[in-house]
């Protein structure tokens, strides 16, 4: 494991972590309520160096800070750039951009921009808030240009399967993942078990891509 800071604006840094090595490098955002060492974060990394996955996360400024509230897209979209910048420079590899849930969108958003990456994925998706299907997060989707995955629960609130079919299948890959919410969990299931499930999902899709 390899630890480093990037500085996203004069003064303002903010800490990486670096695991496994592999041909691919993908650097994995967290979501709102969490940070890089969120144990799920922490699974679904660890779950991914196993397949041979190099994995770099990152704490948002807000999460660097120990503060709940996500910081302002502007803030976010600058230190995720920061970090992506970071990586080309450091970490040998095909480059892949993605995130769980606000990290995602957030990734593909740079996409959107023209960060050049390899491919893109997207982990619980936030389609739209829950019981908001009237405010739908697309605006820039179709201005993504890479190969792009989404891994999504059948139970997430974030996103009906009505409007996964509509605006995301429609556009890229969909993995489902039976019965599971917006954080993966599924009755009768351990974390692990589905984090093993969409790790396998994620490296057997890349592999298409090689």
Known sequence: MTEARVEWAPGAEVGLEVAGVGDVVFVLAHGAGARRDHPAMVGLRDALVGRGITVV?????????????????????ACHRAVVGWVREHVPGRLVLGGRSMGGRMASMLVAEGVACTALVLYSYPLH??????????????????????????????ASRELVDVHLRSRFEVAEVEGAGHSFEVPRRTLEEVQAEVAEATVDWLMRLA
């Open 129 to 158: 808030p829950p019981g908001r299907p009237d405010r739908l997060r697309i605006d820039h989707l179709d201005d993504i240009g890479v190969p792009t995955l989404v891994v999504w629960g059948t139970r997430d609130p974030f």
């Open 57 to 77: 996360t990152f704490d948002y400024p807000y999460a660097a800070e120990g503060r709940r509230a996500p910081d302002r897209a502007p803030k976010l979209l």
